[in-house]
C-alpha cells in the first residue's frame, strides 16, 4: 500500500460514493463537497491511498496562505480498520509542514461520528467556523496545529 499525489480523476469512484454517502447524512446546504474541478487547483493536493494499482481511499488539503484545509478524506466501508484515513491525514500534515504552515483546519458534519473520533484522536479539536463557511448546526469545525519540524 503506498500513498501518492494522484489527478482527482483517478478516483472519480470514490469521490462520487462519498457524495452520495453525505447527501444521505445532511442536506444539501450543509454538504461542502468539492467538484473534481476544484479538486484540480493550484492549491490543492489529492492523494490516494494505492492497492494493486487500484484507489482504494483519498484525502486532499487546500492551501491558503495562513492554513490548510482538509477535504475529501475517505476510505469506503471494504477498507476500513487498516489505517488509511490516518495514513493520509499523516501524509497531509507533512505536506502543510513542508510548505510551512502549522494550522490545519476542516469541516465535517455531527452526524460523521466516527471521523470526529478519528480526528480527535489525531489531536484536531473542536473550533470556530472558518474561510467562507457559514454558521450551520450541521457543520463541526475543527482544527489541530502542526508541530514543525
Known amino acids: ?80 480498520g487498516k489505517g488509511l484515513a490516518q495514513s493520509i491525514i499523516k501524509k497531509l500534515e507533512a505536506l502543510l509542514i513542508s510548505k510551512k504552515i502549522v494550522l490545519v483546519k476542516l469541516e465535517t458534519g455531527p452526524y460523521s461520528k466516527d471521523a470526529i473520533g478519528l480526528y480527535k484522536k489525531l489531536g484536531y479539536t473542536i473550533y470556530s467556523k472558518f474561510g467562507a463557511y457559514k454558521e450551520d448546526p450541521l457543520s463541526t469545525f475543527m482544527e489541530k496545529k502542526l508541530a514543525a519540524n
Open 1 to 80: 500500500m503506498k500513498i501518492e499525489l494522484i489527478n482527482p480523476n483517478q478516483a472519480e469512484t470514490l469521490i462520487n460514493e462519498l457524495d452520495v454517502y453525505q447527501s444521505k447524512l445532511y442536506p444539501p446546504d450543509s454538504c461542502h463537497l468539492d467538484s473534481i474541478e476544484t479538486l484540480q487547483s493550484e492549491n490543492v493536493y489529492f492523494y490516494g491511498a494505492i492497492e494493486n494499482n487500484e484507489v482504494v481511499a483519498i484525502g486532499s488539503v487546500k492551501l491558503f496562505s495562513d492554513y490548510g484545509e482538509l477535504k475529501r478524506i475517505y476510505v469506503p466501508p471494504a477498507q476500513r
